[in-house]
């Protein structure tokens, strides 16, 4: 049941998507980069018409790695792909252990600390939203 909601959110999502291509709306659409969302073929069929932007939350000053994809049409969005190098297991931000997001810490799931966008990752999308909009580029 959660996974037919999920595809029919999917489907929707896809159509405003194609109306932004037509309309040259700027739109984003993210979501972790392994997710299976970017294996559905109604969105893989829009992937031509955009540009991909991978980034890691620790590039942005969060605890967790996180590997993302951004989907990006009439936008310019690819000075927030930062991806992580890690050396002898520490990231190549930070310096240090990356905080894995599994299990529970105080009853929370971990994975719930992962869902927030890193503070410094929302300055840098306003910045390049804001930059793209005076510069015409969107």
Request: aromatic share 10%.
């Amino acid at each position: 049941k959660r996974v037919d909601l999920g595809n029919k959110l999917a489907i929707l999502t896809c159509y405003y998507i194609r109306q932004c291509i037509k309309y040259r709306i700027p739109c984003v659409l993210e979501n972790p980069l392994t997710s299976r969302l970017w294996q559905l073929p109604p969105l893989q069929a829009l992937m031509r018409y955009g540009v991909e932007v991978n980034f890691d939350h620790c590039q942005f000053e969060s605890r967790f790695r996180k590997p993302t994809k951004l989907l990006c049409w009439n936008i310019e969005m690819l000075s927030l792909g930062k991806r992580c190098l890690p050396t002898a297991g520490l990231c190549s931000q930070q310096h240090r252990p990356h905080e894995r997001l599994v299990g529970t810490s105080n009853g929370e799931f971990k994975t719930a600390w992962g869902a927030q966008y890193p503070p410094n990752f929302a300055r840098a999308c306003c910045k390049q939203i804001l930059r793209s909009v005076i510069n015409g580029s969107t």
